[in-house]
């Protein structure tokens, strides 16, 4: 494997890290009910690279958010498999994400004006 594939790799892991929290607070306070795992990933699916195809590691996540008292919880049981857990955002999740949305403009508009000047065609 080439070492731009490696330094790729470890660059879309840090920078999913904090835009995977953002992503799965927004999509679950843009919900007027309660939404499980599966839903919230079927949401993000069009997203390219917000999980990058893995469903799986949104789990973690939600559970991080739920800890921090960003998210609340409950059980519900299933006709069609095992009981599933329901997300909901809690005002405090409501507050951060605003402070998460303007930080990520804040960071994508600095972003984006230093890399104005960069040619994609560059090595």
């Known amino acids: 494997m080439p070492d731009s594939d490696v330094h790729l790799r470890k ?6 890290a904090g835009t ?7 999509v ?8 499980y795992g599966y839903l919230i990933a079927k949401r993000l ?3 390219e690279g917000v999980l990058s195809g893995k469903q799986s590691a949104l789990y ?6 739920e800890g921090a008292g960003l998210l609340q919880s409950h ?4 006709a069609s ?4 857990r329901y997300y909901r955002i809690t005002k405090t999740g409501r507050v951060c994400l605003r402070d998460w949305v303007a930080a990520w403009q804040a960071t994508r508009n600095s972003v984006d004006s230093v890399l ?5 065609r560059t090595p």
């Open 28 to 35: 679950v306070a843009q919900s007027d009910a309660p939404l």
């Open 60 to 65: 973690p996540v939600l559970r991080s958010l």
């Open 81 to 84: 498999g095992p009981p599933r």
């Open 116 to 120: 104005k000047g960069i040619d994609e």
């Open 11 to 16: 660059f879309q892991r840090e920078l999913s």
């Open 45 to 47: 699916e069009p997203l």
């Open 75 to 78: 059980v519900e049981p299933s």
């Open 20 to 26: 995977v929290s953002l992503a799965l607070l927004a």
